[in-house]
């Protein structure tokens, strides 16, 4: 009975350890979005801060042979411990909000720009040390189970640190950060941390112990409610972490992962860009001496909602991936419900166009937050193509880029020729015409409102040259 109780206990370490590991890693990649971003360049210098020390860790813990450390000796047992609580004592301020929302404002402070350094440098801090530690645990593990059925042992325990990945990379995603929020998901791993200190100690209230669980409940403060309401979190999800702000003007502000999203107040007053965008394409239709039918809008990028809030005869099909910013724009921003003329789609604004053959006579896509919010997947040729095609004749597209007004950075460009290749005939405005001309800047990013008329006799090809021209044929 002792045996096998020995062995739950020593199953249960690898479990957990596989849990934690896989979590942390989403935790990381999650936190670090409201500054460094999503894209996969980023996520690819997490992964590689998680792999390269699970590798290394794996090696070395099979390495470790009991003996005298600091003239004491240490264990495999003291081991464990020592490197459970380490490695608790790293991820604790690397996986929550409030320390990184002033780890990387030091970072800034710097002079530093480069989002890849910023992630280099959390990693580096964060991540590498922890999980090196924790990957041993595998191997020091194994010293407690017999030698003579090795092979079977050792399939048993991959097994387990397997589903404690999987586990780990399920369960926390798509239940925890969706029910709980991510600042209770990153708690859990530190309570699991302290958990497996005490089920590694001999004596239930030790030094380790009590050092573990006051780290956890740290942890557990450090992403509770009132830090959360400190940064004016009212939603953290695997998404976004939602804050409003309001103003002493009376504005309340949304911002998704630290980018500005959406304004609002009780006069009804929008970001400029919004009011720009409805003064084009809503207001005419909502006009007394307006004859047409109702129109079809779609909204890429829902924000707060504020697009064609106070219009009640167009139909609206606002698209967006986190299904929790209609009830926060709704008690938080707008105060009142979203009329009934309006419709919200959970979903990832491509999987959406490519399930749906509906066509709009206005879509309005405002996806793009700016700063290091850029998403990779909304910025290509492909996708633009399929917002295309969900366009009537006639039908009219306006996005909101964040970009640099005047052309001068390679992302600005590219961005620009990307979208002309498939809307070839448009207009460009610089919201409030902040254009910095003579400036110098290359990374000062504003509003920019691309304005498409789809037309069905589109020809790009043709051009007036000094032979062949016909000006005096073509003008009307």
């Not at 990381?28 to 999503?38: D, K, L, N």
């Not at 879509?363 to 910025?379: C, K, N, Q, R």
């Amino acid at each position: 009975m002792k045996i096998v109780n020995r062995s739950l206990l020593l199953f249960s370490v690898i479990l957990i350890e596989g849990y934690v590991v896989l979590s942390s890693e989403l935790l990381a990649i999650r936190q670090t979005i409201p500054f460094v971003g999503s894209g996969t360049d980023t996520v690819s210098i997490i992964i590689a801060a998680v792999l390269m020390p699970l590798a290394i860790g794996y090696h070395r813990g099979g390495q470790f042979r009991p003996g005298y450390f600091r003239g004491r000796y240490l264990t495999i047992r003291r081991k464990l411990i020592f490197n459970v609580a380490v490695a608790l004592a790293f991820l604790l301020p690397g996986l929550s909000f409030g320390f990184l929302y002033f780890f990387f404002r030091i970072l800034l402070s710097t002079g530093i720009s480069d989002r890849l350094i910023f992630i280099s440098i959390y990693s580096l801090i964060f991540l590498v040390v922890p999980i090196y530690l924790l990957a041993q645990t595998l191997p020091l593990v194994s010293n407690y189970f017999p030698k003579d059925d090795l092979s079977k042992i050792a399939g048993r325990m991959l097994c387990f640190s397997t589903l404690g990945s999987f586990v780990g990379a399920v369960f926390s995603t798509l239940f925890l950060m969706t029910i709980l929020g991510v600042h209770y998901t990153a708690s859990l791993n530190f309570v699991l941390l302290a958990i497996v200190v005490i089920l590694l100690s001999k004596n239930r209230i030790t030094r380790s112990v009590l050092l573990a669980f006051s780290m956890a409940f740290a942890g557990l403060f450090l992403n509770g409610p009132a830090v959360m309401h400190y940064f004016n979190i009212v939603e953290n999800n695997q998404y976004n972490t939602v804050q409003v702000f309001v103003r002493r003007n009376g504005d309340r502000n949304l911002e998704l992962n630290r980018n500005h999203s959406a304004r609002y107040n009780d006069s009804g007053r929008k970001h400029n860009y919004i009011e720009f965008a409805e003064r084009l394409a809503i207001n005419p239709t909502l006009a007394s001496d307006y004859k047409g039918d109702p129109k079809d809008v779609l909204v890429v990028g829902a924000g707060g909602f504020t697009f064609g809030h106070n219009d009640p005869i167009n139909h609206y099909t606002y698209v967006d991936i986190d299904k929790s910013l209609k009830g926060v724009a709704e008690e938080y921003l707008l105060r009142e419900p979203i009329g009934e003329n309006k419709t919200f789609v959970p979903k990832p604004a491509r999987a959406y166009l490519y399930s749906s053959d509906k066509k709009y006579d206005v879509i309005f896509l405002d996806a793009y937050l700016g700063g290091f919010s850029i998403p990779e997947h909304l910025s290509t040729r492909e996708f633009y193509m399929q917002v295309k095609s969900h366009l009537k004749d006639n039908g009219v597209l306006i996005v909101n880029f964040i970009m640099q007004p005047s052309f001068s950075n390679q992302f600005t460009r590219r961005l620009d020729n990307t979208f002309r290749s498939v809307f070839p005939y448009y207009s460009r405005e610089v919201i409030d015409e902040n254009y910095f001309l003579w400036s110098g800047m290359t990374d000062n990013y504003v509003n920019v409102a691309y304005i498409y008329l789809k037309q069905p006799d589109e020809n790009q090809g043709e051009i007036y040259t000094d032979d062949k021209n016909t000006v005096f044929k073509d003008f009307p």
